[in-house]
């Protein structure tokens, strides 16, 4: 865009020193750490996103600085906010078949980039962004049952069965149901993060997302897993992709049968969509589709609050804060099991008729 005055500024040229002090750790988090590189990522595609809009919807990107601006000027800049709004989240559920967290993640980018050339740039833009409405949904959360992990844990004839690769894959899949880990950390565990003390087994480890650190006692099963694979490696587990992993996991629970179709939805501004694994033939999605290796974490939550560990124990080995509102909903999906449970119970002591 061509420079129209001292006032006016391209949006994307300023989007992309915003990146490149992020990158170049310039600009840092309010705790003083360096942006992680996930963040970076999710800067780059909203200034791809932000482009490809930018062309395709005819629209010009600007920042207006509201210096001397008159009233009529600045009922037309804030009018020019509320079409950039509606057309630039119209374009992303529309053109790109976007869903509301996408949406709303984008949204919230956009607000914290607008900050920074208040705040940081001086450019007294206005606070026209902070109308900017970030859409969230709750998507449903996939995990194993307990007797489902029991099934993957102790049921020597499937493991018999699987070919070298997927037992590699039940390994780790099982693993990561047990200690609550994000598979990033999974794939980096070695024996250096493996305390014994007492003929006990701990896995002690510092989340590389969070910077927490975790020890966590190990069952009998998942030490006798660690022990299949030979010490001196540089990680205990072979060196996968998360793309190859997030194949073999599906190919995984495929082969145990847990093949049964599950209705899949997520929200356009706040109405539920059907989404299907082919849309043109209207096939559902298998519950075995739905398995990646977010599962094992999410898994490992609910199973600990399910076999009614405390939430400040789970809280300590998952990293979660205490607020956090991504546990409470593992706390609230424990709980729905629990009742269910306890609603079988009884069930039962209604049938039966009580002695005199």
Known sequence: MKKEGRHIHDLIKLYDQYIREASTGKRLQKNGKRIRKSSITNYNFLRLLLTDFSVKKSFPLRIKSLNKLKMRELNAE????????KKFTDYMYHDCDCYDNYVGSNIKLLRGFFNYLNNERSLNIGAFHKRFYAPHEETEIIILLPEQLNYLIGNSEFEKVLPAFLQRTKDMFVFGCTVALRISDIFKVSWRHIEIVNDRYYLKVKSQKTNTFTRVLL???????????????????????????????????EKAGWNHECLKTRQKQGIPTPVYKNKKTGQFYKFSDLITSHT?????????????????????????????????????????????????????????????
């Open 219 to 253: 069952p009998e099963y998942a030490v006798n897993i660690l022990k299949k694979y030979p010490p001196g490696r540089l990680t205990i587990f072979p060196s996968i992709s998360k793309a190859r992993f997030n194949i073999n996991v599906k190919l995984l629970i």
């Open 78 to 85: 804030k009018k020019y906010w509320q079409l950039f709004y």
């Open 296 to 356: 094992m974490r999410r898994t490992a939550i609910t199973t600990m609050l399910c076999l009614e560990m405390p939430e400040n124990i789970v809280r300590k080995i998952s990293g979660h804060a205490p607020n956090s509102k991504e546990f409470y909903r593992y706390v609230q999906l424990s709980q729905r099991f629990m009742d269910k449970e306890t609603e079988k119970v009884f069930e039962q002591l209604q049938k039966k008729e009580l002695a005199a």
